[in-house]
């Protein structure tokens, strides 16, 4: 295979990426005459469109929707700001968190703190509208107060 020809299908792929979101190659996935390795390779590429999945440079190479904007994945957003909370400092602080959210979470003992993450956020996607952006707004706040607290830290030195 020539070069030109792996730069050819990588060129496409991401002409793909950039048109289709998520949900549009985990749908074509669940066609009924899809076969079984098309299906599992409608799914990567779905993982792979996701918003944060993919840099170049540093920078989203996938960008919004025909208003411009930036295309946001609530569940995503949720993960990252869990991720940067105190709340994901350990498997306990996390079943906290959902507790006063008022999901009843139980963890594996070997379960890790990702993973819970992930559970919990699939929770929160199930949420509707209302309480869901509620709860992000809530972890918005707290990253807020956080940056805020570093930020007195340094002033007392």
């Known amino acids: 295979m020539t070069n030109s020809s792996v730069h050819a299908i990588l060129g496409e792929l991401h002409k793909l990426l950039g048109t289709y979101k998520t949900s549009d190659f985990l749908e074509a ?27 170049t440079t540093g920078q989203k190479t996938r960008s919004g929707n025909s208003s411009g904007g930036v295309i946001i994945d609530e569940r995503s957003q949720f993960l990252n700001l869990l991720r940067r909370s105190p709340f994901f400092d350990s498997t306990r602080s996390i079943l906290e968190y959902a507790s006063s959210i008022g999901f009843r979470l139980a963890a594996s003992p070997k379960e890790s703190r990702q993973r819970l993450a992930s559970r919990l956020a699939t929770l929160v996607e199930k949420l509707p509208e209302a309480k ?9 706040k707290e990253r807020g107060n956080q940056t805020q607290g570093w930020i007195e830290v340094i002033k007392e030195r």
């Open 29 to 55: 996935s669940k066609y009924a005459g899809t076969s079984r390795h098309m299906r599992v390779a409608l799914r990567f590429l779905a993982r792979e469109a996701e918003p944060g999945a993919r840099y």
């Open 132 to 140: 869901r952006r509620e709860v992000i707004g809530d972890l918005l």
